[in-house]
């Protein structure tokens, strides 16, 4: 028995049911549940269907609009010139349709014939929260969220927390920077690690945790989060009321000249072939950044070019986003092994044969806590889906039942800790379980590792094989006992000569 395919009016109502619940939960939550290529895909069918049949196109479809709708906690702000998404391109040949598009509305010769008055610039694609940034004479002024494209949310007094957002320029200009908040890939590891010994939810990647940052009340907290940000739009009007730059390239030098941040990794003076060989080889390099990049932003350089192209439905003609494919790979869960936490949580982590995934090999990944385990029906044996969250951290996105022999194993959580044998309990209401005894040695290791670490003291060269010496030797007990410590304490350690020891 097959099953009919649904008339159009209805997928399209259902489509868009599953879209607005996907853009609630990504724009104004902060917590998707669907991965950006379903989205996308999702996006994507919706699109074709009011395409063939235009008589279902309604103004508040999705395919009209941008993001979602500001959030009722922060003021409003209307932007000066809507704040648009870009149409998506998933594939060269796609590219190329974008550039046989943009000729024929030039009226240019199609390719292969040259056009050399047709040029492209080439933007790593920023995964984050785009914002706006009001400057007056110079100052900082306002900034805003992109909200549904019209109207966003005033975070002015968060924006002013980051150390990358010039609260001043060299010369006092009137204008608007456009462009991206993001978290960089160790922050995002950072802050995902502390709500995980906490046993708060974790965030889904680094664009939604950097939104989520962001968008507090308590600027305080925005500070705490480390964010960063790049701009690549310039709106600046010069004495003769037209714009200040007339080409996308001169915007961006413009923006770095008055002290913006813009990402370096952008070219100019491009042809469609050149933009496709770009992209080819951000595909595997892109891992290697500090930032997650999920793509390249194509666009027209020339201002003028732009004009004439215009606008279609919520995107410009004149650019177009390229999206990587997301990486994902097949492989084996040899065992589930409860590791113990600073907090006492035990976390369940699997062991996997080892596989590479976005540019490097991964061999273990966080299950977070037993009901996600369960939730995700993994066990030992089974055969998993392995992807790297926000190109960042491995997580196991799906197992495979289908690829069961039937001497896998269901994951259990063990009765006593792991490392000092006290009871494992797991308070009413809550997902953790956790070891019973405070001074677990592991609690005592793990606690004193972040007092050391990046996110407290920082002490340079205080790494686990110090910590572990130190410990055994009863040299240390509480952080307090870090800044009794005699250079004779560290030169008795393995591997400590003079210089070392006085660094420390």
């Not at 896998?408 to 044998?421: D, G, L, Q, T, W």
Request: aromatic share 6%.
């Amino acid at each position: 028995m097959t099953l009919e395919r649904p008339e159009p009016a209805a997928r399209v109502a259902e489509l868009r049911v599953q879209i607005e619940r996907a853009n609630r939960l990504y724009y104004e939550q902060d917590a998707p549940e669907i991965a950006d290529a379903e989205y996308d895909a999702l996006m994507r069918e919706l699109g074709e269907l009011e395409a063939a049949h235009p008589e279902l196109v309604t103004p508040d479809s999705p395919t009209q609009r941008v993001g979602g709708a500001p959030s009722a906690t922060f003021s409003e702000v209307r932007h000066s010139t809507p704040m648009l998404s870009l149409a998506n391109a998933f594939s060269h040949d796609e590219l190329r349709a974008f550039d046989a598009r943009v000729r024929k509305l030039l009226e240019l010769p199609p390719a292969p014939e040259a056009a050399p008055e047709l040029s492209y610039v080439v933007e790593l694609k920023i995964d984050g929260l785009a914002v706006s940034l009001r400057y007056e004479w110079g100052r900082f002024a306002q900034g805003a969220t992109r909200g549904d494209g019209t109207t966003g949310e005033d975070v002015t007094a968060n924006l002013r927390t980051i150390a990358a957002i010039p609260q001043g320029l060299p010369e006092p200009a009137t204008l608007e920077a456009r462009g991206e908040v993001f978290m960089p890939k160790a922050e995002f590891a950072r802050i995902n690690g502390e709500r995980e010994e906490a046993g708060l939810p974790l965030y889904a990647n680094p664009r939604n945790s950097g939104a989520g940052s962001l968008r507090q009340i308590d600027p305080a907290v925005t500070a705490g989060r480390r964010l960063s940000a790049w701009t690549y739009i310039l709106i600046e009007v010069g004495p003769d009321g037209r714009p200040s730059v007339q080409t996308q390239t001169a915007a961006l030098e413009r923006l770095v000249g008055l002290g913006f941040p813009v990402e370096g990794h952008r070219e100019s003076g491009l042809d469609i072939e050149a933009v496709i060989a770009f992209t080819e080889r951000w595909r595997e390099a892109r891992h290697e950044l500090p930032y997650e990049t999920d793509g390249v932003v194509v666009k027209v350089d020339r201002y003028d070019q732009q004009r004439r192209l215009g606008m279609v439905a919520r995107a410009p003609r004149w650019a177009v986003a390229f999206k990587f494919p997301p990486e994902q790979v097949e492989t084996v869960v040899e065992d589930i092994v409860a590791y113990v936490g600073r907090r006492g949580t035990l976390t369940p982590v699997a062991h996997m044969r080892p596989t590479k995934v976005a540019g490097s090999t991964v061999s273990r990944a966080t299950l977070h806590n037993l009901d996600e385990v369960r939730r995700k029906d993994i066990r030992i044996g089974d055969h998993v889906v392995l992807q790297k969250a926000g190109d960042v951290i491995p997580e196991v996105v799906r197992s495979l039942p289908e690829r069961r022999t039937g001497a896998e194993r269901e994951f259990e959580m063990p009765a006593a800790c792991p490392v000092c044998h006290a009871e494992v309990v797991r308070d009413e209401g809550e997902v953790r379980h956790r070891c019973s005894n405070p001074f677990c040695p592991a609690q005592v290791i793990q606690g004193l590792g972040h007092f050391v670490g990046r996110g407290g003291m920082d002490i340079e060269g205080a790494g686990y094989v110090v910590l572990d010496q130190v410990l055994k030797r009863g040299l240390v007990k509480t952080p307090a006992d870090f800044y009794r410590l005699t250079l004779d304490d560290v030169l008795g350690l393995e591997r400590y000569a003079q210089k070392s020891a006085e660094n420390l």
